[in-house]
């Protein structure tokens, strides 16, 4: 069981903004640790699409943000497209017991 | 554009072991942290080990202590993950990638993988 939790699925129409959360606590997120995300397209490998909380890499569209607050983190979509129907992940460090890095639960994106 | 190649994986039965390893090129590899991920089929993402730079700070979660060995050769740009002792929910795909900024710091996040490669645990 994940430190970091997301709904295991959001749906939208085309043009739509959607948001996952991801919900953590005062050992993880709450501490200050940094919140990554990736896309994970059917059948392929993870895919770097925020890191540092809100930056983008070069190439990612801008329709994708990312956010911060407290124990928690956001990645926003806008203008939904066919193309973001994948399953995407935060990703960050918890401090607890012995310190790890963790990932999300994982979350489902489905394009109506 | 820096490139991640997986090979190893197979069908093990449960207590062996199996020996991964990644082949990166495109970037100069002794600069860069390098992480081992799994994904069970149909499960999420699980971070697995972590290695510096220079091979000796390493990282590994809790699960896989003891029984998983990482480590690189960066006179071949190659990276490793000795399996033993496995057991049936070792079964995964497992990812090579890149990590950014120190590991070690607690803020490192990866941006480059490979495609996978699955290993097996059963009789």
């Known amino acids: 069981q994940s430190v970091l939790t997301q709904p295991p699925s959001v749906s939208g129409a085309p043009g739509q903004r959607v948001t996952i959360p991801c919900t953590g606590s005062?050992?993880?997120?709450?501490?200050?640790?940094?919140v990554h995300w990736y896309q994970q397209l059917p059948g392929t490998a993870p895919k770097l699409l925020i890191y540092g909380d809100s930056f983008r890499p070069s190439g990612v569209p801008d329709r994708f943000s990312g956010s911060k607050s407290g124990t928690s983190a956001s990645l926003a979509i806008t203008g939904l497209q066919a193309e973001d129907e994948a399953d995407y992940y935060c990703?960050?460090?918890?401090?607890?017991?012995?310190?790890?890095?963790?990932f999300g639960t994982g979350t489902k994106v489905t394009v109506l | 554009e820096g490139q991640l190649v997986e090979s190893g994986g197979g069908l093990v039965q449960p207590g062996g072991s199996l020996r991964l390893s990644c082949a990166a090129s495109?970037?100069?590899?002794?600069?860069?942290?390098m992480t081992w991920v799994r994904q069970a089929p149909g499960k999420g993402l699980e971070w697995v080990a972590s290695v510096k730079q220079d091979g000796v700070e390493k990282y590994y979660v809790d699960s896989v202590k003891g029984r998983f060995t990482i480590s690189r050769d960066n006179s071949r740009n190659s990276l490793s993950l000795q399996l033993s002792s496995l057991r049936a929910d070792d079964t995964a795909v497992y990812y090579c990638s890149r990590a950014r900024k120190d590991c070690s710091g607690g803020n490192c996040y990866l941006d480059y993988w490979g495609q996978g490669t699955l290993v097996t645990v059963s009789s």
């Open positions: 005062s050992s993880n997120i709450g501490a200050g640790h940094e």
């Open positions: 495109g970037f100069t590899f002794n600069y860069f942290w």
């Open positions: 990703q960050s460090y918890d401090s607890g017991l012995s310190g790890s890095y963790v």
